[in-house]
């Protein structure tokens, strides 16, 4: 049997230099997206290649990495991220927020509040908040360039009138550092206050639409709102999780079969580690 | 069998996390790695020219309060050695500044466009110290992204002479350059473009 050889971190130098230049222009340009040149992967892009690159190119070998997926930890796609960066990094590996410098993720923020000495890395599959307004990618740079939100501002508006409440539940559009309109990744609104003031630094990778932004620790992040229409995080009074009994997390809802053989739907935390240490305690 | 880096691949990765937490976090003094070969120049700067530099980067070097020409041993050395281009101020991505003398050389450098603000030069500007005793200090309180409310950095009274230049080049936001003080000892913070200085009397 042959044994697979890779470089250290998967991608080449030449390619980690890249996105290096480009996170530390990200990170002076709050909000703002900066093209890269996103390359392929042993995995498909739209499956964290963006959020990937940007992980290869921090961890170093005394780092220990959480990933997960939908707040998960152990579905597929975190278990085989995690696998391919452990095999060519030699990272340790957690699912314990806390014990983790580097955690790359798909959907969730970590419910506990994260440190200044933690870097989140967000995949993103849709880059641009003015894709609702301007499909056209050019003209969309144009208006970040002069700041011209009008017409975003409208659409937010529209679908209020439309729907009675702001209708986008994740990829929530806010303004970064009072500049940039930005997209909150597919992340629930119940998240999106953690971007604010944070003491974490946050990262963002498109593989495939090749952009990298972020969001610097003690950065103001504010969603898009109206007067008579605030902004509001998911919340279900009297709701609580099934396992941990926690009122105050992201739920989510999930089939079960039971033993009779019928299926009921269960209620519990989205993050799975949050809830096992949660359980633990009580 | 998981892949080593080498020796060289190790210092610009710990290069690129320190700039990376310094301009996450400015005002916060990091410590550069010198990069475990013999070079001309200050070790820590051959460890940020190979974590940033390649054949796609241009690069211009200052002392003196003058730009060194093509046929200065240190440009020489870069574009052998990283494969960089030497280039003249207002095409360069990165600059290294070696003196206060140099501070008026800041306003050559190109501050990116409103639609490409990233194209704006990433400055490292050679300081006195990052380490000064308050009585002889210069301080400078920083504000901005990165910073919960504010904070002050103190630097030698001659490093001063950046002030102003500094404070130009982030005058039409989000164009602008991004700064890393340096001093003698590779102690290091970053002044990203969206940091903003003012000096304050002790
Ligand atoms: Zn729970």
């Known amino acids: 049997m042959h044994e697979l050889h890779y470089t250290y971190g998967l991608i080449d130098e030449d390619s980690k230099r890249e996105v290096r230049r480009a996170l530390l222009k990200a990170v002076a340009?709050?909000?703002?997206?900066?093209?890269?040149?996103?390359?392929?992967?042993?995995?498909?892009?739209?499956?964290?290649?963006?959020?990937?690159?940007?992980?290869?190119?921090?961890?170093?070998?005394e780092d220990i990495l959480k990933v997960i997926d939908q707040g998960d930890d152990e579905s597929v796609n975190a278990v085989n991220l995690r696998r391919l960066i452990a095999q060519t990094t030699g990272v340790a590996l957690t699912a314990v927020t806390a014990d983790a410098t580097v955690i790359q993720t798909r959907h969730r923020i970590p419910e506990e509040r994260l440190r200044a000495d933690q870097i989140l890395v967000l995949q993103v599959p849709m880059v641009d908040p003015l894709r609702w307004v301007e499909p056209n990618l050019e003209r969309a740079t144009v208006m970040h360039g002069e700041a011209d939100y009008g017409r975003m501002w409208v659409y937010m508006y529209e679908s209020v009138i439309r729907a009675g409440d702001l209708r986008i539940a994740t990829q929530y559009p806010v303004i970064v550092a009072d500049r940039y309109l930005m997209d909150t990744t597919p992340i629930p609104r119940w998240d999106v206050p953690k971007l604010h003031q944070a003491d974490a630094l946050f990262l963002f990778g498109a593989g495939r639409e090749k952009r990298i932004y972020a969001v610097p620790p003690h950065t103001s992040v504010a969603p898009l709102e109206f007067e008579d229409v605030p902004f509001r995080v998911e919340y279900t009074p009297g709701q609580c999780c099934a396992r941990c009994g926690c009122g105050d997390s992201f739920l989510t809802s999930h089939a079960v079969s039971g033993a009779d053989g019928a299926t009921r739907w269960v209620t519990t935390c989205s993050d799975t580690s949050f809830c096992a240490a949660r359980q633990a305690v009580s | 069998m998981v892949p080593m880096s080498t020796p060289l691949e190790t210092a610009c990765r710990a290069t690129f996390r320190t700039l990376l937490a310094c301009f996450a976090r400015p005002g916060t003094l990091g410590r550069l790695v010198a990069p475990p070969l013999a070079a001309p120049g200050p070790g820590w700067w051959t460890g940020i020219a190979?974590?940033?530099?390649?054949?796609?980067?241009?690069?211009?070097?200052?002392?003196?309060?003058?730009?060194?020409?093509?046929?200065?041993?240190?440009?020489r050395w870069l574009t052998l050695r990283c494969h960089a281009r030497h280039v003249s101020a207002p095409q360069a991505q990165l600059a290294l500044l070696a003196d206060p003398a140099c501070a008026p050389l800041l306003d050559e450098l190109p501050q990116g466009s409103l639609t490409y603000p990233e194209a704006g030069?990433?400055?490292?500007?050679?300081?006195?110290?990052?380490?000064?005793?308050?009585?002889?200090?210069?301080?400078?309180?920083?504000?901005?992204?990165?910073?919960?409310?504010?904070?002050?950095?103190?630097?030698?009274?001659?490093?001063?002479?950046?002030?102003?230049p500094i404070q130009r080049s982030r005058a039409h936001y989000p164009r602008g350059i991004d700064v890393v003080l340096v001093d003698q000892d590779g102690r290091c913070a970053g002044l990203p473009r969206t940091t903003r200085i003012t000096e304050r009397g002790l």
């Open chain 2, 50 to 75: 190979f974590a940033l530099l390649d054949q796609t980067q241009g690069v211009a070097l200052a002392h003196a309060g003058r730009w060194r020409s093509a046929d200065d041993p240190l440009v």
């Open chain 1, 29 to 61: 340009l709050p909000g703002h997206q900066v093209p890269f040149a996103s390359r392929d992967l042993p995995i498909a892009r739209g499956w964290g290649t963006g959020g990937l690159q940007i992980t290869l190119a921090l961890l170093a070998p």
């Open chain 2, 121 to 164: 030069a990433t400055a490292v500007v050679l300081v006195g110290t990052l380490a000064c005793p308050a009585a002889d200090a210069t301080v400078w309180q920083l504000r901005g992204p990165g910073i919960a409310a504010h904070c002050d950095l103190a630097l030698d009274a001659a490093a001063g002479a950046w002030l102003a």
